[in-house]
């Protein structure tokens, strides 16, 4: 039983997520998690401004239930499922990691640098994560899907549109990672 | 009823974000420096699966377990706002390590900066709401 604490191999993570993509199909519904961005703007009041925030919310309350579902298996994992939370990556990228000064690599699940409570007391760190937010929302309703919605979703479904949008995450996510992490870490 | 099976679903996918590691920023940054197959593994056999469940779905007209169609939802035909888009979001998704899925069990798992993250793509959802008619679509 011992793979219960373990973490998932991919081959038994990338199935898993065609069953869950299975489950929301043969419920009537679709996968795809950024359309709960949209909504949460509507909830706030976005819709009394804005156009494209005028839509009956409560047609997406099934989709904050799963999010509210993903927040509970977050903890579920994390408190029950888990041993070690250290994060087993190649030692050529912790190496890389620890260049770019974030000691934490291959020691946790998120890197203690940006991801502690602790971490808030920097205003950089605060910059990072709310403008990391910032452009995975934007860009997300720009491109009009996420990860869930283009890259298995709309990928399953061989839209065109959707191998458009996962190149674009793929280069802008080399973009980040090559030319703007050495600048700003 | 239905109300449950949504977060039964939910919670199957929060516990498969973790377990997986897709909701780690160091899988994240790895898979962008080519250095290791495990996203690539994951995004590729749930797609070949994912792939397989949705092509017989509509080739042999499966029904929900309502005995409703399946509907699908094609994308609208167009390059710039999936490419600029797709951009923006990946540039996003490499920083703070985190997609709109797994952002969410990342407050279950108890990291707490992660709501700065969370309110940040609220925002970001909202301005292009605000600007989506001045941008090329």
Partial sequence: MNWIYTPWPWYVSGPMIAFIMFLL????????????????????????KVDFFKFDWKSQKWNLIVVLGAVIGGYIGSHFLITDMAVAITPATV??????????????????????????????????????????????????????????????????????????????????IHFIFPLIF | MRSLI???????????????????????YEMFKFESFHMYGIIGSALVIGIIITQSIKKFNIKSFYGEKIKF???????????????????GWALVGACPGPMFTLIGVGYLPILIVIAGSIVGTLLYGLLKDKLPH
Wanted: charged share 10%.
């Fill in chain 1, 25 to 48: 199909l043969m419920v009537g519904k679709n996968f795809g998690m950024s359309a709960n961005l949209r909504t949460m703007c509507t909830i706030c009041g976005a819709d009394k």
């Fill in chain 1, 95 to 176: 190496n890389d990691l620890n260049e770019l000064g974030f000691n934490s690599a291959g020691a946790s699940y998120l890197p203690t640098e940006l991801f502690e409570t602790n971490s808030l007391l920097s205003l950089k760190t605060i910059l990072i994560l709310a403008i990391g937010g910032v452009l995975v929302g934007f860009g997300t309703r720009y491109a009009g899907g996420c990860t869930s919605g283009h890259a298995i979703s709309g990928l399953s479904d061989l839209q065109l549109p959707s191998l458009i949008a996962v190149i674009g995450f793929f280069i802008g996510g080399l973009v980040m």
């Fill in chain 2, 6 to 28: 949504y977060l039964f679903i939910g919670i199957l996918f929060g516990i498969t974000m973790f377990k997986s590691e897709a909701a780690s920023w160091f899988r994240i």
């Fill in chain 2, 73 to 91: 939802n094609p994308k609208a035909k167009s390059f710039s706002r999936y490419m600029f888009g797709g951009i923006i979001f990946g540039l």
